[in-house]
């Protein structure tokens, strides 16, 4: 392969931060508590993520999937898609929410993505129970590990936050906004600053001639 694209959900194909907003929603206490540690990076991902959506009855999780359908997803995205498709390259949803989450979202664009790996849960018992086929270090998604999948000599990535850092520091062209913006100045990493997807799909059409 000789182009790929990872491209995070939450933030980024969604407008809002649709994960955030559901653990603050579903599970208010235990998220007040230890999102600020998780974002101040002295609680893992892996361990608070887990600890609050373990948290949540299973009986809520049809609910969890109801508020997340009319989440809007970010301009730009169906025509960056086209793009991608016209060039030969694969886009690959990486996320650290949750995989029904996110085809509820996409809904008929499930199609068109390459792969999605994200956060999957169990329903059977009193309480949700995470599982990940992914997950390492300080993330229940590993984004450099499902990285790796996919051997290519140009990756790109395209992210938002915390949990895109990993993905980011290990791609050769990175698409950057708001928290993880900062957390690459703070690594003294260079980045693209964004908005919305046209200006990914301008860019990489100029990188591309």
């Known amino acids: 392969m000789r182009r790929i694209v990872f491209c995070d959900f ?9 994960f ?3 653990l603050k929603k579903f599970a208010p206490e235990l998220s007040a508590k230890l999102l600020p540690e998780m974002y101040a990076r002295r609680l893992t991902l892996r361990q608070g993520v887990r600890q609050i959506l373990e948290s949540i009855p299973s009986s809520r999780y049809t ?31 990486v996320s650290g929410g949750l995989q029904g989450m996110v085809e509820t979202v996409l809904d008929r664009l499930v199609e068109r993505v390459h792969a999605i790996h994200a956060v999957d849960v169990e329903t059977n018992g ?11 270090g300080t993330e229940l ?5 499902v990285m ?13 936050s915390l949990t895109d850092l990993n993905m980011a520091l290990q791609a050769s062209v990175i698409f950057a906004r ?6 690459l100045d703070e690594q003294k990493k260079p980045y693209i600053r ?12 100029n990188l591309w001639k």
């Open 10 to 18: 939450d933030g980024t194909i969604t407008v809002e931060e649709t």
């Open 20 to 22: 955030v907003a559901v």
């Open 63 to 93: 609910e969890i999937l109801e508020f997340t359908q009319t989440q809007p997803i970010r301009p730009g995205f169906v025509e960056l898609l086209d793009f991608l498709e016209f060039q030969g390259v694969p886009l690959v949803v």
């Open 126 to 136: 009193s309480h949700l129970k995470v599982l990940s086929q992914y997950e390492g």
């Open 141 to 145: 998604i590993a984004k450099v590990e």
């Open 148 to 160: 790796s999948q996919y051997p290519a000599y140009q990756k790109i990535a395209i992210g938002d």
């Open 178 to 183: 708001d928290r993880l913006a900062e957390y």
């Open 194 to 205: 964004w908005d919305n997807f046209s200006q990914i799909r301008d860019y990489l059409a």
